[in-house]
């Protein structure tokens, strides 16, 4: 095994393809692996030179331990990004048990996933950095979402301070706290009207939707040189969504 790896999970589409392109860019790492349960992550192999594509499901504890090991034998793992996710919205009393485990199976149990196979390895090596990304669900409650998103959300803040806690002094964890975003979450996903959208970024400081690439560079500084004294942190990058 030569070489340096990242791993980014939910890397088919918005903030995690950004982070694959900003990561590729950064010329730090001889392979990118994205995880997507969206198949066409593998055709990005053909798109981006150093890119491998996976189409695994994160909330799959095996698999995601054998793709982990398959990309271990390729290039020793440095950076984890934990970004894959899913949001619907639910009336309370319509939140049924299936839909709830499954937002908390694949936005918080997928990161204890990735991270329960990833961060012994950067432990034992002395060398490396987990970012999760959160969402402001997990602070405030969801605009737009259910009290799942949100549960899941507020889950992977204490995830992020107890594996800085863990993988210390050498592995660095730290979590991203998008605003609202421009992706296919934001306007595929059913959870915001166009309308919505707008009355939101009227309200937020910058009165704008965050790009893809926004994260992704935060994300970029915190995975890696740049951003050495940090960990434990919570980083909101959401044109000060966080004041209203
Ligand atoms: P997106 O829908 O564009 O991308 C998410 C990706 O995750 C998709 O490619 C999807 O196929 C993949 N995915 C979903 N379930 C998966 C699973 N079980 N296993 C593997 N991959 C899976 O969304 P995005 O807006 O880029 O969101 C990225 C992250 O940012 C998420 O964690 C989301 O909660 C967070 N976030 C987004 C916003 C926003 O406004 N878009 C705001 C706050 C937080």
Avoid at 20 to 30: A, P
Avoid at 113 to 123: D, S
Avoid at 180 to 207: K, N, Q, Y
């Amino acid at each position: 095994m030569t070489g340096r790896a990242a791993v980014v999970t939910g890397a088919a589409s918005g903030i995690g393809r950004a982070t694959v392109e900003q990561f590729l860019d950064s010329g730090r790492y001889d392979v990118v692996a994205g995880l997507d349960v969206d198949e066409a992550v593998a055709d990005l192999d053909d798109e981006f030179d150093g890119f491998r594509g996976f189409t695994v499901d994160v909330a799959d504890h095996d698999t995601v331990a054998a793709v982990v090991e398959t990309i271990e034998e390729s290039a020793a793992i440095h950076t984890l990004v934990n970004n894959a996710a899913i949001s619907e919205y639910a009336w309370l009393g319509d939140l049924t048990p299936d839909a709830w485990h499954r937002v908390l199976d694949v936005n918080l149990t997928g990161q204890y996933n990735l991270a329960h196979a990833v961060g012994p390895l950067l432990y034992e090596r002395e060398a490396g950095s987990i970012v999760n990304v959160s969402s402001g669900a997990g602070q405030r409650g969801s605009a737009s979402g259910g009290v799942h998103y949100s549960a899941s959300k507020a889950g992977i803040l204490g995830l992020t301070k107890g594996l800085a806690k863990q993988l210390r002094p050498h592995v660095r964890v730290n979590c991203v706290v998008p605003g609202l975003i421009d992706t296919p979450l934001t306007h595929d996903s059913g959870l915001w009207t166009e309308e919505g959208i707008e009355a939101f970024t009227d309200r937020v400081p910058l009165e704008r939707l965050g790009r893809p690439e926004e994260i992704a560079e935060a994300i970029d500084f915190l995975a890696g040189p740049r951003g050495s004294y940090v960990t434990g942190s919570v980083v909101n990058v959401d044109g000060g969504a966080d004041l209203i």
